[in-house]
């Protein structure tokens, strides 16, 4: 099965080292969304760090 990636905007940039009991990136992310963005938390392994994203629209 092929997946095909939707674009994707960078919002913000977290390291993953954070502190035990501390997730900047989805308390981030869920103000975001509290906002009307749609954003969500992903992995970014090459950089070891957590980025929040949103679709990237095109009109």
Do not use: C, H
Not at 2 to 25: D, H, I
Not at 29 to 46: C, I
């Amino acid at each position: 099965m092929a997946t095909t990636e939707q674009p994707r905007t960078v919002l913000e940039r977290f390291p993953a080292g954070a502190p035990r009991g501390s997730w900047p990136a989805e308390e981030y992310a869920a103000a975001q969304r509290a906002q009307g963005t749609n954003a969500q938390v992903v992995m970014d392994l090459s950089t070891d760090q957590f980025l929040v994203v949103t679709d990237t629209t095109t009109q």
